[in-house]
RNA sequence: GGUCCCAUAGUUCAAUGGAUAGAACGGCGGUUUCCUAAACCGUAAAUCCAGGUUCGAUUCCUGGUGGGACUACCA
C-alpha cells in the first residue's frame, strides 16, 4: 500500500503541479495513535512544488489521492500532515492473505545469502559464568536465529579461552591450597570450584604486591615480580613446553569447567556448530606471527618480543609474542580468525564481544589485513555494552558478579512462587509445571536482556529483580498463554475457524491495529537483522502483546453471535499467538501453552 | 595525555530528522456474575548545558559539563 501511494503521490506531483520527484523520497508513515487515519504523508518536501501551504498542498494530494483510488475512504490535513484513510475491506483482504501464507519469513529472505560465522560466548575457563556472559550467550543465539531466519548461513562458533597465563593462576592455586579437591569431594559445580581458586590466587597475590610496594617498590615491579605471579609465568612456559604434569591438572580442572558450562548452556538454552579451544589454534597464530615476522611485517625488539607496528592505521604498537617467547591473546585470535576462514570460507565472521574490546578488534582487523587476508573486512566486531549493577561495573576479583546459574534459578524459583500465589496450575501435573516455570523465568530473564538496545551499557538491580509485569517476557508468555486457553475452548466447543470466511468481516479499530502490527513482522526482522539489533524484535513483542491485551479485553472472541466476526476474531487471534511464538522464538524464548 | 562510547520521568527502557517525546516499574485512583486480573483503564512526572544546520532537532554538527571503556609482555 505504501507503495501504491507513493506512486500515486508521485503521479498527483505531476498532473497538479507538472514536478517531477522520485519516489523513493516520497515519505509515508503510519499515522500516530493520536490521528485518524492509517497512512500519513509529510507534503513538506513536496512545497518546492507547490508553491503554497502546507494545508492546501496536502489537501490538494488528498483530494487527488482519493478521487484516484479506490481503496481510500477519505483523509485529513493536520498541518503539513495528510492523513489518509483506508476502508475495512482492504485491511480484512490484506490480513486474509497474511493468515494463508504459510511462512512468516517469506519477505525476510535475503537475495544473496552468505556463509557467516557467529562467534559468542568464549569463556574463560577460570571462573563461572555471569550476568555479562548471559548477555553474550543470548544476543549470540538471537542473532543467529535471525540471521539464519532471514536465508543466511549461519554457523554458531565458541572460542574457549583454555590456555594463558589467568588460567594457570586458578591451576597454581588449586596446586598450593587445593590439597586434591574436586567437584565430587567438595560437591560444587565444576567451574564454580574452579573459580574459587582463581579467586584465591588474586587474594593471595595482592598480598603479595601490597607486601613488596611497602618495601618500597615500584608498582610495576611489585606486580611482576611477586612471587605468585611468577610461578604463573613459570607454569604456563612449561604448559606450552607441554610439560607432562602441569598439562595432566591443566586437562583436569578444565574439564571439571567444561561440565559446569555444558549446564549453564543447557538452562540457557543455547549451543554451537564447531568450538575452537585457544590451546589448540595458538600455535597456528604463533606461527602465522613468525611467518609476518620473516616477511618483514612485524618486527622483533631487543628482547626478544615480537611487535607489530599499527601506528600507520592511528592504533598504537601491538605486542604479539613475549619476550620469552609465549602468546598473548591475540595471537591466538590470529590464528583462529585464520582457521575459520579455512574451514568455512565465510564472507562475515561475527564477533559478540563485549565493547571493552573495540580496541582489540581493530588492531585484529588491521594485524590480518597487513598479513595479507583481504578477507578481514568481513570480521564484524558486534559490541555489545556492560551489565552493570547500581553501584557500577561487575568484577569477577572484588566478588560483586552476578552469578549466572544463581539467577536462572532465582528467576524459575520466583516463577514458581508468583504461580502459587495466583493458584492457577494447581490441577497440572508437577513435572508439566517445572516446565512452566523454566520458561517462565527464563523467559523473563532472557526478554530483561534483549528488549535493550544491544549498543547500550544496562543496569540490573539485584535488590529490585527482574519484574514479572509489565513490558517484561511473562506478559508476552501470559498473552499467548490466553490465546492458547481461548483456542482450546473453541475446539471443546466445537467450533473451526474457517479462511474463506474472513473476506467479508468487517474489522473494527482494535482489529485494524492488529492487523497493522502483524504485518510489519517481517519488516521488523529485516531491520534486525541488518542492524544486529534483536531489542527490535523484543520491542515488536511487547506492541503487538499489549495490543492483543487491549483487544480481548474490550471484545469477546467466543461469546461473539455473528459467526463471521467470530470466525474473524478467532483466526486474527490465532494468527497473532503464531507471531508471538515465533518473534520470541527469534528471541530464544520459549512459551508455555497455559500458565 | 590520546582514542572511542553514553547522557530522556524517581527508576529501568523506547522514539527511519516529523505532529502533543512513548512504555513499564514505583506513586495515587479505579475495573472480576463475562474466553486466564502475570490483564485492563485513569492520573501526576523527563530530552545535561550553550550555540549551529533545517520548514521542523531527543535524533545531525561544534563547544562545554557529567559518567564509562580502552590505551598491559592481562584476557
Not at 466445537?494 to 517481517?522: M, N, T, W
Amino acid at each position: 500500500m505504501e507503495n501504491i501511494l507513493r506512486k500515486k503521490i508521485a503521479e498527483a506531483v505531476k498532473v497538479l503541479y507538472n514536478g517531477a520527484i522520485d519516489e523513493a523520497q516520497i515519505q509515508i508513515q503510519e499515522t500516530r495513535k493520536e490521528f485518524t487515519g492509517d497512512f500519513t504523508f509529510v507534503v513538506f518536501p513536496l512545497m518546492r512544488f507547490s508553491k503554497n501551504t502546507p494545508e492546501k498542498t496536502a489537501d490538494d494530494i488528498g483530494k487527488y489521492l482519493t478521487a484516484n483510488l479506490s481503496e481510500i475512504e477519505g483523509y485529513n490535513v493536520i498541518k503539513g500532515f495528510l492523513n489518509i484513510s483506508i476502508g475495512g475491506k482492504w485491511w480484512t483482504d490484506l490480513f486474509s492473505a497474511f493468515y494463508n501464507s504459510e511462512d512468516l519469513f517469506a519477505d525476510c529472505r535475503v537475495k544473496n545469502p552468505e556463509v557467516i560465522l557467529v562467534e559468542y560466548s568464549s569463556p574463560n575457563t577460570n571462573k563461572p559464568l555471569h550476568l555479562g556472559h548471559i548477555r553474550n550467550n543470548l544476543l549470540g543465539f538471537s542473532i543467529f536465529r535471525i540471521l539464519e531466519s532471514c536465508g543466511h548461513k549461519v554457523i554458531k562458533t565458541n572460542i574457549v579461552n583454555d590456555r594463558g597465563i589467568h588460567i594457570c593462576k586458578s591451576k597454581l592455586a588449586w596446586v598450593k591450597f587445593g590439597n586434591g579437591e574436586t567437584p565430587e569431594t567438595s560437591g560444587m559445580k565444576g567451574d564454580h570450584l574452579v573459580g574459587k581458586y582463581y579467586v584465591m590466587f588474586e587474594t593471595a597475590y595482592k598480598a603479595e604486591v601490597e607486601n613488596l610496594l611497602k618495601k618500597g617498590y615500584d608498582d610495576e615491579t611489585a606486580r611482576l615480580s611477586a612471587p605468585m605471579m611468577v610461578e604463573a609465568r613459570e607454569m604456563l612456559v612449561k604448559w606450552e613446553a607441554g610439560d607432562e604434569e602441569v598439562v595432566r591438572i591443566w586437562k583436569m580442572m578444565n574439564s571439571w569447567v567444561y561440565e559446569g558450562f555444558e549446564e549453564t548452556y543447557r538452562l540457557l538454552g543455547v549451543d554451537f556448530d564447531k568450538i575452537y579451544y585457544e590451546s589448540e589454534t595458538w600455535k597456528d597464530g604463533k606461527e602465522q606471527v613468525l611467518k609476518a615476522l620473516e616477511k618483514n611485517i612485524l618486527f622483533r625488539k631487543e628482547d626478544g618480543s615480537v611487535w607489530a607496528d599499527l601506528t600507520g592505521e592511528g592504533l598504537d604498537q601491538k605486542v604479539l609474542l613475549r619476550s620469552d617467547g609465549t602468546a598473548v591473546y591475540i595471537t591466538q585470535d590470529i590464528g583462529t580468525a585464520i582457521a575459520r576462514q579455512n574451514d568455512y570460507h565465510f564472507s562475515k565472521c561475527l564477533y559478540v564481544v563485549g565493547n571493552e574490546q573495540n580496541y582489540h578488534f581493530q588492531v585484529l582487523k588491521a594485524i590480518l589485513k597487513k598479513m595479507g587476508y583481504e578477507w578481514s573486512d568481513g570480521l564484524i566486531h558486534f559490541s555489545y555494552g556492560m551489565v552493570e549493577l547500581p553501584e557500577g561495573r561487575m568484577k569477577s576479583r572484588e566478588g560483586t558478579v552476578v552469578d549466572a546459574d544463581d539467577i536462572i534459578r532465582e528467576m524459575i524459583a520466583t516463577a514458581r512462587e508468583l504461580s502459587a500465589e495466583l493458584g492457577k496450575l494447581e490441577a497440572i501435573p508437577d513435572e508439566d509445571k517445572d516446565e512452566i516455570f523454566r520458561k517462565i523465568g527464563l523467559g523473563a530473564l532472557k526478554y530483561f536482556i534483549l528488549k535493550v538496545d544491544p549498543k547500550k551499557n544496562m543496569t540490573f538491580n539485584p535488590a529490585e529483580s527482574i519484574d514479572f509485569n509489565g513490558n517484561t517476557g511473562p506478559f508476552i508468555q501470559y498473552t499467548y498463554a490466553r490465546i492458547k486457553s481461548v483456542m482450546r475452548k473453541a475446539r471443546s466447543l466445537g467450533i473451526e475457524g474457517d479462511s474463506s470466511l474472513l473476506g467479508s468481516a468487517i474489522p473494527c479499530a482494535k482489529e485494524v491495529g492488529l492487523i497493522k502490527l502483524l504485518r510489519k513482522f517481517a519488516a521488523v526482522v529485516t531491520e534486525a537483522s541488518e542492524t544486529l539489533n534483536p531489542s527490535l524484535i523484543a520491542n515488536y513483542c511487547y506492541d503487538l502483546a499489549r495490543e492483543f491485551n487491549q483487544y480481548y479485553h474490550d471484545y469477546s472472541i467466543l461469546g461473539e453471535k455473528d459467526p463471521v466476526t467470530r470466525n474473524f476474531r478467532l483466526l486474527l487471534s490465532g494468527k497473532t499467538s503464531v507471531v508471538l511464538y515465533t518473534a520470541m522464538w527469534l528471541l530464544g524464548i520459549e512459551m508455555p501453552e497455559r500458565m
